[in-house]
């Protein structure tokens, strides 16, 4: 049997971004289709896999010192660890856009009832979001059009998931790390992105301000209707409060705390933290 662990929190808003605050409290205000829940998932869980694909090619990229060495000692070099670096980082642009597709799924899902021209293409809405007519804010509008990085995305998501992997190299005396792909145009030229590091860093920093920026204003639309949230766990029973989704800040002090109801009786453990909480200072009624 596995061991109930005897206390876990897991209740910490401070640390929260829009995104995963929005995936918690939309469920009062919009009622979503599975596939469209799977998006409001997708968008977090695809930004944090490029994160971490992003710490993996940094672990990586030593082992293009061997592939130098090999080439100067042997005039050649199976470049094993480069075709490695390569894939990691192409699978990286491959997450970011997946996370930016999940997001206009969130959008068409929420908006395209009352949206004209609100069609099922990503790249159609970046392409001219001005064809939109009706609900569709226009401060969103504004922020696509403003998104100049999605070309080169959009471009890269097309390309390698029908291509080979494609080409890195090191330039050991500026320790730069430069990436080519024979198959990829930009510009009707070959693609060569010098410093891939720092570009892949930069689109990163851009789409994780977009995700911010929309997710922001969609939290604003957010019902005031409290939403049930678990935030932690005592002895294997849950502890629960309630949040208004339009509060901000929000800290572990917010809500109204519901568990109170059990957790004072006789023979039940307590809640560890009720001493320090603002939530159980303000209990919610108990149920009729």
Not at 106 to 132: E, H, M, N, W
Not at 142 to 149: D, F, G, M, N, S
Request: hydrophobic share 35%.
């Amino acid at each position: 049997m596995p061991k109930v662990a005897p206390l876990l929190l897991m209740f910490a808003p401070e640390y929260w971004g829009e995104v995963t605050r929005f995936g918690k409290y939309y469920g009062e205000t919009y009622k979503l289709e599975k596939r469209d829940h799977r998006a409001v998932v997708g968008v977090g869980a695809h930004f944090e896999k490029a994160l971490r694909l992003q710490s993996l090619a940094v672990k990586l990229k030593p082992g293009l010192a061997i592939d130098h060495q090999q080439l100067e000692e042997n005039g050649h070099s199976p470049a094993e660890n480069g075709a490695e670096l390569a894939t990691v980082i192409e699978a990286s642009f491959l997450e970011l856009y997946s996370s930016i597709d999940c997001t206009v799924k969130v959008l068409r899902a929420i908006y395209s009832p009352g949206t004209r021209g609100f069609k099922d293409s990503t790249r159609g809405l970046f392409q001219d979001p001005d064809k939109l007519t009706g609900s569709f804010p226009d401060h969103f509008k504004q922020h696509i059009r403003e998104a100049t990085w999605f070309k080169r995305l959009v471009n890269l998501r097309d390309e390698l998931t029908h291509l080979s992997t494609g080409h890195v190299s090191w330039d050991a005396e500026a320790d730069l790390v430069n990436y080519m792909h024979h198959g990829l145009t930009e510009a009707d030229k070959p693609l060569i992105i010098n410093d891939v590091f720092g570009a892949l860093t930069e689109l990163t920093e851009s789409v994780n301000r977009f995700l911010g920026t929309i997710f922001h204003h969609l939290n604003g639309t957010l019902s005031d209707k409290p939403v049930f949230q678990i935030c932690g766990m005592v002895d294997g029973r849950l502890l629960q409060r309630y949040i208004n989704p339009q509060e901000r800040p929000l800290s572990f002090n917010s809500g109204q705390c519901g568990s109170w109801v059990w957790f004072e009786q006789p023979d039940f453990p307590t809640c560890p933290f009720k001493d320090n909480c603002g939530a159980y200072l303000n209990k919610a009624p108990a149920p009729a």
